[in-house]
């Protein structure tokens, strides 16, 4: 479900500026496979349970059903399930957040299961279906930020830096079965003919509510996740 942030301003700005443009990249490659089970951590004074902390493995990985093999997700209101069930994050990604936040980062810091070496995220449209390794992976949604970011970063402003960034990775769906392993080439082996953008959803979430055009396009989008197509319309219809 949707996770409201309220941002405006000078985040538009912000991200606007990567959605506009495209990344010098090469021929996709999984640089990483990561997967972690729940736990529990301390955070501002409480308890809480979660599976953002990742650990690389070789592989290769079964990618089925709602996920990778020895992954877990923690809140299936907002990770995991169908439309969520592998998080992918593009590897270039990472110089621009060190240099950003001045700090080294460890591997799968976004709790991505898959970093992709040459991911064009704002590429790829909803629909849209890769072959990684045996598996096909469909795109489907955008990262949109909750305070489990925060946890894994040690900072709760975080949350807000990544929403603003426009860096926000891809959710995908597994259109098939298989197994996956560090080095697999990634290639897209289908082209949505809608060709509507998965940061679409991102850019009018977090940036501008009123482009009804574009939110009646995603909520007419047949591949798009329910519970999206749901905001979308209430958004449509001035119920929230």
Request: net charge neutral.
């Amino acid at each position: 479900m949707p996770i409201g942030l309220g941002l405006h301003g000078s985040a538009a700005t912000t991200g606007a500026r990567y959605q506009s443009g495209r990344m010098e990249v090469s021929a996709m490659k999984v640089a990483a496979i990561a997967v972690g089970m729940s736990r529990t951590v301390s955070w501002q004074g409480g308890e809480v349970v979660t599976s953002i902390f990742k650990t690389p493995v070789a592989g290769p990985v079964m990618a089925r059903g709602s996920g990778l093999e020895g992954d877990s997700q923690s809140d299936l209101r907002v990770h995991g399930g169908e439309f969520k069930a592998v998080y992918a994050y593009a590897a270039e990604h990472y110089d621009w957040w060190r240099s950003t936040l001045g700090r080294e980062l460890e591997p799968a810091n976004f709790g991505e299961n898959l970093t992709i070496s040459g991911l064009d995220e704002p590429d790829l449209c909803i629909g849209d279906v890769v072959r990684v390794g045996d598996a096909q992976l469909e795109a489907t949604l955008p990262r949109l930020p909750c305070s489990k970011l925060g946890i894994r970063f040690g900072d709760p402003l975080m949350v807000k830096a990544f929403a603003e960034s426009g860096r926000w990775g891809i959710y995908f769906r597994i259109a098939r079965e298989g197994r996956i392993a560090a080095g697999d080439p990634v290639t897209i082996v289908r082209r949505d003919p809608a060709r509507l953008p998965v940061y679409e959803i991102a850019r009018v979430h977090v940036f501008d509510r009123r482009r009804a055009e574009t939110m009646r396009l995603l909520a007419n989008h047949p591949r798009l996740d329910p519970g999206w197509r749901d905001w979308f319309l209430q958004q449509l219809a001035g119920t929230q």
